[in-house]
């Protein structure tokens, strides 16, 4: 999970939200089951912009989503706790299935999941390795790690997996004599890490900690502080570093 802005509310909902809305309200008020009603909020335009603004990642887990999955569009609050946002923008993501089931009609108006569209994750859980865990104390971020299965075992493993060609090339990068073809692999090393690409939660988590703390000697007790993939990846860090 990565802090994520959203975008501009597609047109499509500009014009119909207002009688969506009703629509849905009428619905519930007429005794239909959810299941039973038009579920707009799916509609190819929002699915679209909710896709593009997590970087066809789920807004949960960062699983990138294929053309060949069913993404789903998620309410972030659910609607059997607030119909009343059943098409409003801010409450609309995009997630995948697995999330998706394991969050259901989860609403704890005192512990709410974190929304990483409202706030920083990494406020709330850390990254240790394929490993998230929420930050001690931190009841938010140990409810949504547990309630989301942010540690089932296929997640771990695909993120072992990326955190494995990470660690092979700041092996590489340590190694090489500064100059143009280190500066190089470093701009790779930015875009390997970059919001855009999977489970960047983790990849630049470790970058941090390996750049940071690995290189530079530091302490353990900077897995408490919140990192910063790009301030490790500043040219000052890494010349220090390697
Ligand atoms: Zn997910």
New binding site residues.
Partial sequence: MIKLRKGPQPAVLSRNGEPWKAEYQQALAAGKRRSDIPARYRHPEIKEAVRAESFDK?L??E?KISHAQFGDVEHIVPISAKPEDVVTWENLGY??Q??NNKKRDYWDESCPLLNPYHEDPNDHILFLGPWVMHRPGDERGRVTARRLHLNRSALMERRKERLDRIAALLDEIALMPPGPAKTAMLEYLREETSKSTEYSGAASALVSIYLHDGMNGGAASTHLTRPSAEAALSPSAVDSGC
Wanted: glycine share 0%; hydrophobic share 25%.
């Fill in positions: 789920c949960y887990c699983t997630v995948c697995v999330c």
